[in-house]
């Protein structure tokens, strides 16, 4: 058994990733193969999320009196923790998509935008896109009215200007 000066850094470690996280989601990963593993610490990495194993006590330890507390539910068995500083809905994503094609892979529950989520609730998160899907849907719906109007304008311009055009000149 490790002292308690051994491990501080370590619970330290975990809140410093839990500090400002807009999502942290908790897996058991038994049963996936290394090469799945790797896969997913893959992935994962690629969506800016961070993804590491740590000890059930030292996450309990860290959560401790904070947002995250809820997540000492689920602190039973391996346990991985993916956390997002970015994107609320990345983690849930990431982790439902790869857990559709790995069946192994178990979402135990997540904080979402400081809101406990069990694993439907997650499930449900990942439905919602990204950041920046949002944000292009809102600009396209706001674009569209403005496009439309201009090609209305264009086509009464172009219609007035059509007579003007085949008035025969005087001399």
């Known amino acids: ?5 051994e491990k501080k850094p370590i619970v330290d470690e975990i809140k ?3 500090d400002g996280s807009a999502t942290a989601v908790v897996v058991d990963h038994r049963g996936l193969t290394v090469a799945e593993d790797t896969e ?3 992935t994962l990495r690629g969506a800016g999320i961070q993804y590491k194993v740590y000890k059930n006590t030292f996450i309990r ?8 507390e809820e997540l000492g539910k689920h602190l039973e068995g391996p346990t991985a923790l993916a956390v997002c500083k970015d ?9 439902v998509a790869f857990a559709k094609k790995h069946p192994k892979l178990e979402i135990k529950g997540g904080i979402v935008d400081g809101s406990y989520c ?4 997650l499930k449900e998160v990942a439905n919602i896109p990204s950041k920046e899907i949002l944000l292009g849907r809102l600009l396209g719906s706001m674009q569209s009215p403005i496009a439309n109007f201009a ?6 311009a172009e219609k007035d200007a059509e007579p003007a055009a085949e008035a025969p000149a005087e001399a």
């Open 118 to 121: 069990d694993a439907e609730a």
């Open 151 to 156: 090609r209305v304008i264009k086509q009464i």
């Open 87 to 95: 994107e609320a809905t990345a983690a849930a994503r990431e982790l």
């Open 16 to 18: 410093s990733v839990l």
């Open 61 to 68: 330890f860290a959560i401790q009196g904070t947002v995250n």
């Open 1 to 5: 058994m490790a002292k308690i000066e």
């Open 40 to 42: 997913l610490r893959k």
